[in-house]
């Protein structure tokens, strides 16, 4: 069956550049979720996505964005990296509450 | 292909009941795997795992790792209401760092 696909894996960035990671749903799930999780820390919820509308956001900081398109995939935007940014990005999709996560984007900010 | 499968994917039980979740996985490159707990939004880390029949404890839970029949236990003890959630298992691989999840378990405990 097909899984949540998150691209790119892996990702190296400068300080203050700007970056996007995708996120391809389930097919027919309505529903997208990020995460951050930082080295040996929670997930720390980002913002979802219901629809193409922003349905929820968490502790998303002002400088990352996030759209929904109209084929349901997601871009999570972010610019003036820092190094603290540098953490595991997840994106889970789903379609009656039940998230199913991707592998995830390794994010490393130099 | 690699993957990870959790069972049951739901259990209703009674408090003070004890719950057993199973986690198998065929995953190349195993690194390690983590148990989170998800209520309302973001995984909360419960356990990581690395090392085959070493028991990690914290508090009513436990878990349990065995890297020859690539499985591993979550156990819950004395369970309270507030428990019920969804328990996430995903492991992760050394190749591309790369993390699978399983779909969960959805436990809910009922007073």
């Known amino acids: 069956a097909a899984g949540v696909i998150q691209s790119p894996r892996h990702l190296i960035k400068e300080k203050r550049e700007t970056a996007t990671l995708k996120c391809y749903p389930i097919?027919?799930?309505?529903?997208v979720y990020w995460y951050q999780q930082g080295p040996g820390q929670d997930p720390q919820f980002l913002i979802s996505?219901?629809?193409?509308?922003?349905?929820d956001k968490g502790s998303i900081p002002d400088r990352f964005s996030a759209q929904q398109f109209s084929d349901y995939h997601s871009e999570l935007n972010m610019s003036s990296l820092e190094l603290g940014d540098s953490a595991l990005y997840f994106c889970a999709s789903s379609l009656n509450n039940e998230q199913f996560f991707g592998p995830g984007t390794r994010l490393t900010v130099l | 292909e690699d993957k990870v499968v959790q069972s049951p994917l739901s259990l209703v039980v009674h408090e003070g009941d004890t719950v057993t979740l199973n986690c198998s996985y065929e995953v190349t490159n195993f690194r390690s795997l983590l148990w989170y707990k998800q209520e309302k939004k973001a995984p909360t880390f419960l356990f990581m795992l690395t090392s085959s029949g070493i028991e990690k404890k914290s508090g009513r839970l436990s878990s349990i790792l065995d890297k020859k029949e690539l499985f591993s236990i979550l156990n819950i003890t004395a369970t309270q209401t507030g428990d019920s959630a969804v328990y996430l298992c995903a492991v992760e691989a050394y190749t591309g760092n790369q993390f699978y999840f399983g779909t969960g378990t959805s436990l809910t405990v009922i007073p």
């Open positions: 097919p027919r799930h309505d529903t």
């Open positions: 996505f219901y629809e193409k509308m922003q349905s």
